[in-house]
């Protein structure tokens, strides 16, 4: 018996654009230590991942929990990419309390509330920053059409995860805009509680990761920080860990034209793949 697949159950992104092409690279995931410390960096998205959820004994669970969820949105059929956004936005419904670590811009005792279009906001943009700049670190720049392109897809991303058409910027200018305003404003912050996230995401307590690798993470990391937020956590961006940046991504350019797509690409990505040509054949 044939399979069929009906068209509601088409992925909701079109495969052939750029929002798929550059968030189906496996690469990407080298960015996700540097969104996550983007995202902490405000103190009111910092408490609510502190308080209410293990961060702090599983960091790369969270982040695991990000990317299963978006890409289940992008590459997965309509309704379970319906389904995986309900998911998200039902568990920021449940994630509120008080800041207890003040800042000049939120003294203690500021109420916070997952949901927040403001918070939602900030994620989403650095999800978008990270995913563009890690692929333009690899491969070659994108042109400001595609850039629009893609910023279109993520709008249409955003709207699934509780932002309104008004709460996201109407372009990709208006992004970047919104984006380094945020970089300069005193929204982001250094607090104790931001402080303890950080060296989590940084030295993740993981027993089997060689030290080495983790070197090498936490200078990706690092390399795919705003310059802001790399002063803003103390880090170090000596010559030497510039110059041994410059050699990784270099000797990873060069060989990604030789990795297997199998390799290279995200799995959930490619069974989208094969759900549209089978959804061809049997058209």
Partial sequence: MHEVVVKQELPLFDPGSVFWRVNREGFILLGGGAALLQQVAHPLVAAGVAEHSNFTQAPL???????????????????QALAAARGVNQAHDLV??????????FPQGTPYQAS?????????????????FTYEQFMPRLSAEERELYYRDARRLGHLLGLKPADVPPDFAAFERYYNEMLASDTLALTPTIATLADQILHPP????????????????AALLPPELRTLY???????????????????????????DVVRAGRRARRGERLVRRAALSA
């Fill in 116 to 132: 927040d279009p403001a918070l939602l906001l900030w994620v989403h943009a650095t999800l978008v920053r990270t995913a563009l």
């Fill in 234 to 260: 103390g880090l170090r961006w000596s010559s030497r860990r510039q110059f041994a940046w410059r050699a990784a991504r270099r000797s990873l350019r060069e060989a990604l034209p030789y990795v297997p």
């Fill in 206 to 221: 993981i027993s089997w990761v060689p030290r080495v690798a983790g070197d090498v993470l936490s200078i990706a990391t």
């Fill in 61 to 79: 669970k969270r982040l695991a929990r990000t990317l299963t969820a978006m890409h289940s949105i992008i590459y997965g059929p309509r309704s």
């Fill in 96 to 105: 509120q309390g008080i800041l207890q670590d003040g800042t000049p811009r």
